[in-house]
């Protein structure tokens, strides 16, 4: 089990950036992989990025968000990061990160173990 706290959102112009970060407890954070999803008001939970421990690391993005979004992560911080540009009004919501334990699908939200309480992000226009 790995707690996870998320940080960093908050109201933001079109166009503009935001970081989130997600602190997470234990000293297992670096076995983990991570990823970010988001809630938008009467939708879905929808994947957002996501990096794993095998496979080389490998970073995976939603189709909308890539080229504007960067995921990282530094394991002696125990953090991972969602660094936000151009951000658009479609991608105001909740978002959450989540730590998954095994190899499974990176973009499946119903195979990470642990979830944060999430971080609101709201983009005016």
């Known amino acids: 089990q790995v707690r996870l706290v998320e940080s960093g959102g908050g109201l933001v112009q079109a166009g503009g950036s935001l970081r989130l970060s997600c602190a997470a407890s234990?000293?297992?954070?670096?076995?983990?992989?991570m990823g970010w999803f988001r809630q938008a008001p009467g939708k879905e939970r929808e994947f957002v990025a996501a990096t794993n421990t095998w496979s080389g690391g490998s970073i995976y993005y939603a189709d909308s968000v890539k080229g504007r979004f960067t995921i990282s992560r530094d394991n002696a911080k125990n953090t991972v990061y969602l660094q936000m540009n151009s951000l658009t009004p479609e991608d105001t919501g909740v978002y959450y990160c989540a730590a998954m334990k095994s190899i499974a699908t990176m973009w499946d939200a119903s195979a990470y173990d642990n979830w944060g309480q999430g971080t609101q992000v709201t983009v005016s226009s």
């Open positions: 234990g000293r297992t954070f670096s076995s983990y992989a």
